[in-house]
């Protein structure tokens, strides 16, 4: 597949060494991802989440394609349930630490963009760029309601927290903050551009100092991937971030030189929290 990445992480001056990320390709199913996990409370988290979640989500794919094609759920179902098997892999293992989750994968001319947590996905159109998730903030009006209705609080300590502990309302383990804390990612699905030539993943030490244009900017500005990815969480060092910083940028533009499409088409954003 046409995709040149590069993969840049910084640590800020928190010095808390707990991202993780990955890289799958199947090129017989024309699949490709690249992946984030932003951990908090321990590196385990996000370790197993890396390891897990987009090999539960091929094996359980293949096995989707084996039945009659009406009988098949759609790829943005069973990317749900792989979220929701890590989690629930997690808290049975009674892992109080947790871990934010971006995932970008791209199906042929098709993409699902998901996450939980406050890690984005970033992507170039045309002059200009869009964000393909949302960020899963405490004191958002959907995610206080959920999280009251369940009987939990939010408790501003800095920042808003689930329980006065948790600065993100989703997320997958964080045993201990059930069933305030939710595994549900937001998923958008649709089809690429031509439009389309950069994508960047990165986590929230990334989007708390630098806009989605600016990354966008500094992705096209580059030599290359790598080169970009670095000068982005450079950036973000020098505008004061001082938490985790990891970076993905990906080159699409021979990837999406031979589109039928010229713009590109969100087609659903699935979510059930």
Known sequence: MDISWGISEEIGFRRTMEDEHAFY???????????????????????????MLTPWFLHAWARER??????????????REAYLAVDAHLVGRRVQAGTCAIQLYLIGERFLAANVGDSRVVIGTGQGEAVLTDDHKPDATAERSRIEALGGSIVTLGVPRVEGILAISRA???????????????????????????AVLACDGVWDVLSPGEVIDAARRGRGPRESAEDISRMALDRGS?????????????????????KMIIRKVYDRA
């Not at 490709?32 to 197993?48: L, M, N, T, V, W």
């Not at 084996?66 to 990317?79: F, G, Q, S, T």
Request: hydrophobic share 35%.
């Open 25 to 51: 390709e199947d090129p017989a199913r024309l699949f490709f991802s690249a992946e984030i996990y932003d951990g908090h409370g321990g590196r385990q988290p996000a370790q197993i989440a890396a390891e």
């Open 66 to 79: 084996e039945k009659p094609l009406k009988e098949r759920r759609d790829e943005a179902d069973i990317l």
């Open 172 to 198: 997958l383990g964080d045993a201990c903050l059930k069933p305030y804390v939710s595994a549900e990612p937001r998923i958008a699905e649709g089809v690429l551009g031509l439009e389309n030539d950069v």
């Open 242 to 262: 001082t938490d985790n910083i990891t970076v993905i940028v990906l080159d699409l533009k021979k990837y999406t030189s031979s589109l039928k499409n010229r």
